[in-house]
């Protein structure tokens, strides 16, 4: 049986941090859904349409084995307003669920009080509900248990290989790589 993994999409995500992670997972062989907050089709900060899968209300995430939030301020600030988005991030950072954000969506977990004692990053200046000593120095991508987080952008596909990784294991992660001429 195939794993499953659900992109939390809402209007203004970062295309690149929401389908970039999306196409890795699915080169690996894993189901990959896209849920939308704000509607069955979701644009993205950069204007790019998207057809929902489902909408979040319809889909029980606790279900999914990787749940993934992408960056982009506005859609990150739909997604806060979104209260299951909050109740799926308490429950994946207190148990041993995949958790994947990049960008901006790891301030979610800050601002909730789930990043303590943990090691995560975001973009650079999202950083301000962060505990003391939680983000590196270097901006990349980070694993600390069933947390995977990246600071950008220009870390999408890295991202992606990681929550590969992290849900299927370091081989597919590497097939996926070599297969996408990733060095």
Same mark, same amino acid.
């Given at each position: 049986? &195939? ?9 203004? +995500? ?13 080169? /690996?062989? /894993? ?21 929902? @899968? ?10 999914? @084995? ?19 988005? &909050? &109740? ?27 990043? @303590?004692?943990? *090691?995560?990053?975001? %973009? ?5 509900? +962060?505990?003391?000593? *939680? ?6 991508? %980070? ?10 952008? &220009?870390?999408?596909?890295? +991202? ?24």
């Amino acid at each position: 049986m &195939a794993k499953t993994c659900a992109v939390l999409l809402a209007d203004g +995500f970062e295309t690149i941090e929401a389908l970039a992670p999306a196409d890795c997972l699915a080169r /690996a062989g /894993a189901q990959v859904s896209r849920a939308g907050c704000t509607g069955s089709t979701v644009t993205s900060a950069q204007g790019v349409p998207v057809v929902c @899968d489902a909408e979040l209300a319809d889909v029980d995430l606790a279900s999914f @084995d990787l749940v993934i939030v992408p960056g982009g301020l506005g859609g990150v600030d739909n997604l806060r307003a979104c209260p299951a988005v &909050a &109740a799926e991030l308490k429950r994946r950072a207190t148990s041993s669920d995949l958790l994947g954000c990049i960008c901006a969506a790891p301030a979610l977990l800050a601002e909730n009080g789930l990043l @303590d004692g943990r *090691v995560a990053t975001c %973009y650079p200046g999202c950083d301000t509900d +962060f505990p003391a000593g *939680v983000r590196p120095e270097k901006n990349g991508v %980070y694993r600390d248990g069933n947390l995977v987080t990246a600071s950008g952008p &220009a870390f999408a596909v890295p +991202f992606g290989l990681a929550l590969v990784a992290a849900l299927l294991g370091e081989e597919d992660a590497r097939r996926v790589a070599s297969a996408m001429l990733v060095e």
